[in-house]
């Protein structure tokens, strides 16, 4: 997310013109046109690429993985040609953490258990990410995620997102600071601190507006629903319904949560 949440992936793109149109088709669910525009920047696996396209290209269809349940063998693809020409550690570090998620997303989603695999990746790109690497909060969270939704212990999760949440804001990365406050919220709600998950869900659903992240407007809305009280949280619901919608049905896992006798999964 340019060097924010997904190694490139994750920002507005600034004045850069090509981050902007990524950021414009990623943030509408149209990661494969996204990842389409990184194409002529990266490399084939046996020769030398930009590392850093390579990586941002896994990200966009990794989480096409997460939010839509599809497209498992062309991540895999994107992600060994990231893999192969990566030039030092920092590459290959991120190239480790996409890893991880595709291994997470797979597993969470009940398409393969990567249990393990996740941890390994993981573990294998905090060796490689020095501790001043813009991909570091990122691993933080997701070392979370996983502790969280495949370990089953979200008390180690906490200090994760709270690691990753201060990096997010060292590095000015807004987009992971909403899905820091989510999953902080997430937690805290958990143990049945309301008003501390409400203002979470909060600003989550804030910064998430703001970047035009429509993509993830849906969960957002859906998450804060659950820490409102009535009238206000059927309104938050009705609204994700229709975004939930107008999108195709993406991601799919909010199906779940938007019915009221179910919750989804992990979700972002």
Not at 108 to 114: I, K, S, Y
Request: aromatic share 4%; charged share 25%.
């Amino acid at each position: 997310m340019a060097d924010t949440a997904m190694s490139g992936a994750g920002s507005t793109g600034g004045d850069d013109p090509l981050q902007r149109a990524i950021w414009r088709l990623r943030s509408r669910g149209c990661w494969t046109d996204a990842a389409a525009l990184l194409t002529p920047h990266v490399g084939k696996a046996d020769r030398a690429g930009n590392a850093g396209a390579a990586v941002q290209r896994t990200a966009l269809l990794v989480e096409r993985c997460l939010f839509t349940g599809q497209g498992w063998a062309e991540a895999e693809d994107a992600l060994r040609i990231a893999e192969a020409i990566a030039q030092d550690d920092d590459d290959r570090g991120a190239a480790a953490c996409e890893r991880g998620q595709l291994a997470y997303a797979a597993t969470v989603l009940g398409v393969r258990d990567r249990a393990d695999e996740a941890r390994s990746a993981l573990g294998r790109a905090a060796a490689l990410l020095s501790p001043e690497s813009r991909t570091r909060p990122l691993l933080d969270f997701r070392r979370g995620l996983v502790a969280e939704h495949l370990a089953g212990a979200p008390q180690s999760a906490r200090p994760a997102y709270h690691r990753a949440h201060a990096g997010a804001e060292a590095h000015g990365d807004a987009l992971l600071l909403s899905f820091t406050w989510r999953h902080l919220a997430a937690l805290a709600l958990r143990d049945g601190e309301v008003a501390e998950a409400r203002r979470g869900f909060a600003e989550s659903l804030r910064i998430r507006e703001e970047l035009g992240f429509l993509i993830g407007t849906a969960p957002a809305l859906a998450a804060l629903a659950e820490a409102e009280p009535e009238p206000e949280a059927s309104r938050l619901r009705a609204e994700a319904r229709r975004l939930f919608h107008l999108l195709g049905g993406v991601p799919t896992w909010l199906a779940d949560q938007l019915h009221p006798t179910e919750s989804s999964p992990a979700g972002v």
